[in-house]
């Protein structure tokens, strides 16, 4: 890398803000991200935690989860998962029924950084069939809990996300 010198930028903020590395300016593209299923009446103690699955958000759907095998009478429902710039979509390709009641009982996505990436969340009525009442972000994570919905071919989440200008770890 050749030197750089507050000149050239103009002044030596801009001079930082080049050194400190890319950002992805609000959007989920290109992130690390962390898909697992979680089931949790005590946080500390889950019914249920799948197996992360860890891609870099980019087109189409990032996960496609299907069944892991039953875990104290508990198993995953097939969720299709694609993650846009500053959008998450979630769909169930297979089976109908009804998720199983616990205070928690849900995705959580985590992604890559250290900062609090979402500023905002909101469920995008015209993209959602599903009542989901409760979605919260924590640091990188969201957490969105289905407990006791009604999924299917027709369910489906959409979530609007107005995302942080946090580095790319």
Known sequence: MGRLSAAVFGTPALLA???????AAG?????????????WDIRE????????????VGQGVEFALGPEGFTGGLDIV?????????????????GIGRFYEAKFNGYVLRFETECAL????????????????EVWAE??????????????PEANLALDLEVADCPLS
């Not at 097939?78 to 297979?94: A, F, H, K, Q």
């Not at 979402?118 to 009442?133: H, L």
Request: glycine residues 12%; charged residues 15%.
């Open 139 to 152: 640091t990188g994570a969201l957490y969105i809990n289905v407990s006791g919905l009604g999924y299917g």
């Open 17 to 23: 803000a080049a050194l400190a590395g890319p950002v």
């Open 27 to 39: 959007t989920l593209e290109g992130r690390l991200v962390t898909f697992t299923v979680e089931t």
């Open 78 to 94: 097939p969720v299709d998962v694609e993650i846009g710039p500053s959008r998450i979509e979630l769909s169930y390709p297979s």
């Open 118 to 133: 979402f500023e905002n969340v909101t469920v995008d009525p015209a993209g959602t069939t599903m009542k989901v009442t």
């Open 45 to 56: 103690t889950p019914l249920l935690m799948a197996r992360g699955r860890t891609v870099t």
